[in-house]
Nanobody, 129 residues
Framework: VQLQAFGGGLAQAGDSLRLSCAAA?????????MAWFRQAPGTDREFVAA????????YYANSVKGRFTISRDNAKNTVYLQMNSLKLEDTAVYYC??????????????????????WGQGTQVTVSS
């Protein structure tokens, strides 16, 4: 699965941005759980949000809960991240990622970047005051 993320850019604190991540090529997108991670300069990559293969459940980092919304459109092989009320600390490169869905009760793998098989190239989000 090839992933391409876009939609980043420069925003002011309090503004909104919407990121998109499209899967191309031979895809199994609709059987993959999808997520967004981000990495600020000098920091480790961190989990932002994830959504199950069928959109039934979504998961968020505490730092973005209530401000960001992850969604997907399996017909378009695309996952989105709507980012509202942006803060300076949201500045980072945002990566989309995919992992074949697991059909057991576990969800902890969704938070771990090393569990993901497929990665997009990243899109820069810069929030200024």
């Amino acid at each position: 699965v090839q992933l391409q993320a876009f939609g980043g850019g420069l925003a002011q604190a309090g503004d909104s941005l919407r990121l998109s991540c499209a899967a191309a090529g031979r895809t199994f997108f609709d059987s993959c759980d999808m997520a967004w991670f981000r990495q600020a300069p000098g920091t480790d990559r961190e989990f932002v949000a994830a959504i199950r293969w069928d959109g039934s459940n979504s998961y968020y980092a505490n730092s973005v809960k209530g401000r960001f919304t992850i969604s997907r459109d399996n017909a378009k092989n695309t996952v989105y991240l709507q980012m509202n009320s942006l803060k300076l600390e949201d500045t980072a490169v945002y990566y989309c990622a995919g992992v074949p869905a697991r059909f057991d009760s576990s969800t902890t793998y969704l938070y771990r970047d090393y569990e993901y098989s497929y990665w997009g190239q990243g899109t820069q989000v810069t929030v200024s005051s």
